[in-house]
């Protein structure tokens, strides 16, 4: 099986199976291109003929209209223009859209093959002919390249098409050819020119059908087809997938072949059997993994629509008390379970944490890539991290992470969690600096501002000092848990409760404004957007994943 990094941009949508629900669209999508294009290559000839021949005896502004060859011209042109707005507007079955396919090509071919009847006065003999010849011929082949099709359903279509163009021929020339021979050779001729137009048209068909199929096939993963790169960060390139048989959206996630080695095979394997050990409503569900025939390692979760946090105060700026709590309880309760079975997160960070809507819930989080969660039950899991080396986002790194202490706990997590409450609150980060090693020095040694002090406006006291306390710099001055932290919110007064009325009346003002569903995909590797991090202690080579 072939990587499927290699194929991107519009090579993506060739890899839709004709008969899925992207198919159709696909499908639909390259039939209004093709009628687009006819109509546009009919109009351009019908303008430049007219132009031309103005200036000849008879051919006055009514010409344009009158003549029965520019009536033909038009006619195939409104017809090709209905074709592409009702595609463009009207959502068509499989069944509607083959129908329709087949009816724009046969009708269209024979517009141009009742032209042998209709020349202009200037017509040098035979050239109505070629001028048939050339516009059904063409039209065929341009089908097969722009429309999906089988190479078997083009060449059918266009023998079918190729009908009117020899009867159109038969008759014209019988009407004024002095030689029955004469006559049935150029008919052959016209025959023999079609059928060699619908062979090309079954090839090129074939051609291009088949590296669609050879994408697609390239893009499995398993049960799986990828169908758009929705990000990447961490340890690897996340993608919008469907399932073969249950046709649900999922986000397949996987190693990518630059950063594969045994090394990073094994942590990202270990990722995934990790992650896949929460079944916490608030951590993102695992649904599948495995590897391709060529060694690439991907695993399938829960495709998430809805907004990160940090796209959620990009957009909306400090978010109230109220939900920052009620944010906080959910982030809590994921990390609560994961900590449990002794599992460190170790990237929290607001790009982590997804907010939605789950079974007509609204303002549901999920806390997402746990890419370097680290396993402290297991002496496995500290002969896979590389020695002299933090990992995490910068901006919520806790002094012990930074300092690369193997002996981290969930207490870590903890310090991240208050450095996302202080973002959301006061919209910005705890700690800003010019390049990565100040905001380091900052996390070791800074005292932070109060969050109110940062707002500019008072912020309850109780949230105001449990936020603080997370970013102690001392682990053991910190919450003992993700229980005891969150026991504390509980008790903090002062706070308006965030309802469900309230994220209701939110999220649909933020849809009103065009909000999009889908998760944004990770921004640049800038500090205002806090990437995940991989730094080398030794020679302090900063490398940005």
């Not at 279509?157 to 019988?174: D, K, M, R």
């Not at 920052?324 to 982030?331: F, K, N, P």
């Not at 008072?458 to 053991?476: F, Q």
């Not at 939110?506 to 205002?528: D, F, H, I, M, N």
């Amino acid at each position: 099986m072939r990587p499927a990094h290699l194929f991107r941009g519009s090579m993506a949508s060739m890899s839709v199976a004709l008969g899925s629900k992207e198919g159709r669209a696909f499908f639909q999508e390259r039939l209004a291109l093709f009628a687009k294009a006819c109509c546009l290559i009919a109009l351009s000839f019908y303008v430049l003929a007219n132009l031309i021949a103005a200036p000849l005896p008879g051919h006055g502004w009514l010409f344009c209209f009158t003549h029965p060859a520019n009536r033909l011209m038009l006619a195939n042109c409104v017809l090709l223009l209905t074709v592409w707005q009702v595609c463009r507007r009207v959502v068509l079955s499989q069944t509607a859209l083959s129908a329709l396919d087949a009816a724009t090509l046969v009708l269209n071919c024979a517009g141009y093959s009742l032209l042998i009847f209709a020349p202009f006065p200037s017509d040098p003999e035979g050239e109505v002919r070629m001028r048939v010849l050339l516009g059904v011929t063409n039209t065929m082949i341009a089908r097969s390249i722009l429309i999906p099709s089988t190479a078997r359903r083009s060449f059918l279509l266009s023998l079918l098409a190729s009908a009117v163009p020899t009867l159109t021929t038969f008759l014209y020339e019988v009407s004024r050819s002095p030689s029955a021979l004469l006559a049935r050779l150029h008919t052959a001729y016209a025959f023999l020119w079609c059928l060699c137009a619908a062979t090309v048209a079954a090839v090129a068909s074939r051609i291009i059908f088949g590296l669609r199929q050879e994408v697609r096939e390239a893009r499995q993963l398993g049960q799986y087809t990828l169908v758009e790169k929705i990000g990447e960060g961490g340890m690897g390139a996340v993608y919008r997938a469907s399932h073969a048989m249950l046709r649900r959206p999922t986000a397949v996630k996987l190693l990518p072949l630059d950063k594969a080695g045994r090394g990073n095979l094994e942590r990202f394997e270990r990722e995934v059997q990790l992650t896949s050990r929460l079944t916490h409503p608030n951590t993102v569900s695992i649904f599948d993994y495995g590897r391709t025939a060529d060694g690439v390692f991907y695993y399938a979760m829960e495709y998430l629509e809805g907004i990160n946090l940090q796209e959620l105060v990009r957009l909306d700026g400090a978010q109230t008390p109220g939900r920052v709590i009620h944010i906080l309880r959910q982030v809590l309760g994921s990390l609560g379970e994961a900590h449990g079975v002794g599992l460190i997160h170790r990237d929290v960070k607001p790009a982590n944490i997804i907010l939605g809507e789950r079974g007509g819930v609204p303002d549901v989080a999920k806390v997402v890539d746990f890419g370097l969660v680290k396993d402290v039950a297991t002496q496995e899991a500290l002969a896979l991290t590389r020695d002299h080396t933090i990992a995490g986002t910068p901006l919520y790194l806790s002094p012990e992470a930074i300092r690369a202490e193997s002996a981290i706990d969930g207490r870590s997590d903890l310090y991240a969690v208050g450095a996302v409450a202080y973002f959301l609150l006061t919209a910005q980060p705890v700690f800003a600096g010019a390049n990565l090693l100040e905001i380091c020095g900052h996390h070791l040694h800074t005292a932070p501002a109060d969050p109110s002090e940062r707002l500019g406006r008072p912020i309850p006291e109780g949230l105001s000092a449990a936020v603080m306390t997370c970013l102690e710099k001392k682990p053991e001055r910190r919450p003992a848990s993700s229980r005891a932290l969150l026991e504390t919110l509980e008790r903090c007064e002062g706070v308006t409760p965030w309802t469900e009325a309230d994220a209701r009346a939110w999220w649909r003002e933020y849809e009103a404004k065009g909000g999009k569903s889908a998760v944004p995909a990770p921004g640049s590797a800038s500090l205002t957007s806090a990437p995940t991090l991989s730094v080398e202690l030794k020679g302090r080579a900063i490398v940005a994943q």
